[in-house]
């Protein structure tokens, strides 16, 4: 009679490393995850935006004077959908200028400013102004921003009695809505009065929305 052959043993399994039996039949996925795009730093905004991208916008990449940050909002109904949120002012000054006439002019040295974008911006501005001496009757000196040589905001006034005088005069020149590429300067004048000294001129810009 013959023997009945011993069936094969099954392959030993370590249970440390065996596969899960769930695993071969599904997969768990998670949600899905959109990576957020790299903050842009350049000299222009991006063509092509989309809604909440943001951007920093600089007049250099070298050596930038001002560091802008953007954040694009597509719901707005303004033309400006760019808007500010984050980066100090603009801010330079110099120049002087000895001067005794009523036509605004730009006083010697001073820094002028380019608007970099189409939009919406803020500008304060001030200087230091004095008299000669020697004058008899009340007079006016002024400082005024001029965007493309036509004024802008407030003129800020000195008004001295008689005899030397000086002092420090500031005032804004806000909501005002340039196009890209005008320039931006401050223009000294007096009315009817003695050869005044105009100097310490300053001036600080804020881009509160961009095209």
């Known amino acids: ?85 984050g980066g100090a002012p603009y801010v330079n000054g110099g120049g002087s200028l000895n001067f005794a006439g009523a036509t605004p002019t730009v006083p010697t040295g001073f820094p002028a400013f380019t608007i970099p974008r189409t939009g919406f911006y803020n500008i304060l501005f001030g200087a230091f102004i004095g008299n000669n001496g020697g004058w ?19 003129a800020a006034t000195f008004d001295p009695t008689t005899g030397y005088a000086s002092g420090s005069v500031s005032a804004s020149a806000i909501a005002q809505t340039p196009s890209a590429g005008l320039t931006l300067d401050m223009r000294c004048a007096g009315v009817a009065g003695p050869t005044t000294n105009f100097s310490n001129c300053w001036y600080e810009v804020i881009a509160a929305r961009v095209s």
């Open 136 to 154: 008899t009757a009340v007079y006016a000196a002024t400082v005024q921003m001029y965007i493309a040589g036509v004024a802008v905001g407030w």
């Open 1 to 85: 009679m013959a023997k009945a052959k011993a069936a094969p043993l099954a392959p030993t399994v370590d249970p440390q490393t065996a596969p899960s039996p769930a695993s071969t039949f599904w997969v768990p996925v998670g949600p899905s995850i959109i990576p957020a795009p790299a903050l842009g730093y350049g000299t222009s905004l991006p063509g092509s935006p989309i809604d909440g991208q943001e951007y920093v916008l600089v007049d250099s990449t070298t050596n930038p004077s001002y560091q802008w940050r953007f954040r694009y909002n597509a719901a707005s109904t303004s033309a400006y959908k760019w808007e500010h949120v």
